[in-house]
């Protein structure tokens, strides 16, 4: 049964305000790790900001789906129609890390993508000065950029499993009651 023991219960999804102070809450995250990978990125020491900017993506970017119930563990408690929802969301926003286990090689993948900015960051930082803090301004944006967007794809998703859950794939709500078919006349 896609890994689900037979005992233990389909979980139950996140609402519509949880999901907004789990958005917030995770924005800020992404802001303090972007900082400290644009501190790190100021001090002139080789390939130390590239390593720091790998070890804070594999640890930020799962905690993120973990807060939105969106890690691939996660996302196998659900019913399947929240399954259904979630996949096709996540398919919709295209390179997303929703529902996928983060590797170094996925996010190596990622950080080649924005490579310009990664080894313009690596070779300013060398400068005195000037190229610290651009390297430093660099990092934090790059940082920045990847962690909000997991962010957003996070809460893209969990709010269409939500509204999905609450209106029905097809429906409409009627004094909180999820209906199925419109009525007309």
Request: some cysteine; aromatic content about 4%; hydrophobic content about 50%.
């Amino acid at each position: 049964m896609n890994g689900m023991r037979l005992n233990e219960p389909m979980q139950e999804p996140l609402c519509i305000a949880e999901i907004e102070a789990i958005r917030l809450y995770c924005r800020q995250q992404v802001n303090q790790r972007a900082a400290f990978s644009g501190a790190v990125a100021a001090l002139p020491l080789p390939m130390l900001d590239a390593a720091a900017d790998l070890g804070i993506l594999m640890r930020l970017l799962p905690k993120i789906s973990a807060e939105f119930e969106l890690r691939p563990e996660d996302i196998a408690k659900q019913d399947p129609e929240s399954r259904a929802v979630i996949y096709t969301t996540a398919k919709a926003l295209g390179d997303s890390f929703v529902g996928k286990i983060v590797t170094r090689r996925l996010i190596g993948a990622v950080l080649a993508k924005l490579g310009m900015k990664v080894a313009g960051k690596s070779l300013v930082k060398y400068a005195p000065l000037v190229g610290q803090i651009t390297s430093a301004s660099l990092s934090f944006a790059l940082m920045r950029h990847i962690g909000l967007k997991h962010v957003e794809d996070c809460y893209t998703v969990a709010r269409a499993r939500a509204e999905a859950r609450l209106f029905g794939v097809e429906g409409v709500v009627i004094d909180g009651v999820a209906v199925r078919k419109r009525v007309t006349g």
